[in-house]
């Protein structure tokens, strides 16, 4: 089992960053490729960013490239979103995820863990 808490939402004005956390426990951290994704009100959860088990790959859809960036420290258990010139539209629960089968999981399916979400506001 891993567990998973993500911290560092809140309400941000447009053009603001934030930068989320996402704390594990229980089983050997660096052994699983992490994720974040997001949810909006009625909307499906979507895929914001992976990255590999040791760091050296990443991916993001077009929606957050350039704006948005994940990185993970294996020695304090923790892996990271940077949101930087935010919009509206990035208004979302934002869930980080663990996934032990794949080296750069994109789809929800893949992800093994779950945390419980954080909330991003960002007002226009």
């Known amino acids: 089992q891993v567990q998973l808490v993500e911290s560092g939402g809140g309400l941000v004005q447009a053009g603001g960053s934030l930068r989320l956390s996402c704390a594990a426990s229980g089983r050997p951290f660096s052994r699983y490729a992490m994720g974040w994704f997001r949810q909006a009100p009625g909307k499906e959860r979507e895929f914001v960013a992976a990255?590999?088990?040791?760091?050296?790959?990443?991916d993001s859809p077009d929606s957050v490239k350039g704006r948005f960036t994940i990185s993970r420290d294996n020695a304090k258990n923790t892996v990271y979103l940077q949101m930087n010139s935010l919009k509206p539209e990035d208004t979302a629960v934002y869930y980080c995820?663990?996934?032990?089968?794949?080296?750069?999981?994109?789809?929800?399916?893949?992800?093994?863990?779950w945390g419980q979400g954080t909330q991003v506001t960002v007002s226009a």
């Open positions: 995820a663990a996934s032990s089968g794949s080296s750069l999981p994109l789809r929800t399916g893949e992800y093994d863990y």
């Open positions: 990255i590999s088990w040791r760091g050296g790959r990443t």
